[in-house]
């Protein structure tokens, strides 16, 4: 398997425009996460989906924020209008289930790097 | 508030063992710790995780103390490769019944000196 698989992988784009990120999650897997980490906040958790239903967005910064899960294999990340403090690296994760560690182990995706200017 | 405490930084000499503390005070019975690393420009990756026992892998040891208020994660002889920031994580597992959000907070960035 080629693992969880983000899209871009560097993002640079101006104040006011809209961004998407795109994840992969590995086949199989029922739970996709979100992440965003920066150095002041470090590795934060903005929602996740089961079955590509949202079932905890609570992290999810402001209405500029939005998630969707169309089908099992793909999620999108929507910042709309984007502004210079969304500036950091944001992971898609996947796993079987909402877990650390054996068959629940999250994998991460290589992470997109956004800069809005 | 935080649930783990965790030094910001430290520095281990290739070959010899690092030591890596957490502190987590309030962990509740049902709470597991977890250990993940995150290498430069990529994503976290799973380690180790114990409840109360002290836990041994390819990777890693765990090391829980007693009273479960903190533990300490080994690299036996740390390379250059370990270089990374380690975080500590108290968490639920959902097949214990829990929910939670996880919070993989700052961690201890690990530098391995040649």
């Known amino acids: 398997d080629a693992g969880v698989i983000q899209s871009p992988r560097h993002e640079v784009t101006e104040m006011g425009q809209e961004v998407t990120l795109r994840c992969k999650p590995i086949?199989?897997?029922?739970?996709l996460f979100w992440y965003r980490q920066t150095m002041m906040r470090g590795l934060e958790l903005l929602i996740y989906f089961n079955n590509n239903v949202p079932i905890d967005d609570s992290g999810m910064p402001e209405d500029r924020f939005s998630a969707k899960m169309p089908n099992a294999s793909f999620s999108t990340l929507k910042i709309q209008p984007s502004e210079p403090r969304d500036s950091a690296v944001y992971f898609c994760a996947s796993s079987h289930a909402p877990g650390l560690a054996g068959t629940d182990t999250q994998y991460f995706g290589p992470g997109t790097r956004l800069t809005v200017l | 508030d935080a649930k783990t405490t965790q030094p910001p930084s430290m520095d281990c000499a290739e070959g010899r063992a690092a030591n890596l503390p957490c502190n987590h005070s309030?962990?509740?019975?049902?709470?597991?710790v977890y250990w993940y690393r995150q290498i430069h420009s990529q994503g976290p990756q799973y380690i180790i995780h114990g409840l109360k026992n002290n836990e041994t892998n390819e990777m890693a040891s765990l090391i829980i103390t007693e009273d479960r208020k903190s533990s300490t994660l080994i690299l036996p002889h740390a390379t250059l490769r370990d270089t990374a920031v380690y975080y500590c994580?108290?968490?639920?597992?959902?097949?214990?019944?829990?929910?939670?959000?996880?919070?993989f907070g700052t961690g201890t960035k690990l530098q391995v000196i040649p």
């Open positions: 994580i108290v968490y639920i597992p959902p097949r214990s019944g829990g929910y939670q959000k996880v919070t």
């Open positions: 309030t962990i509740s019975g049902n709470e597991y």
């Open positions: 086949s199989g897997h029922d739970y």
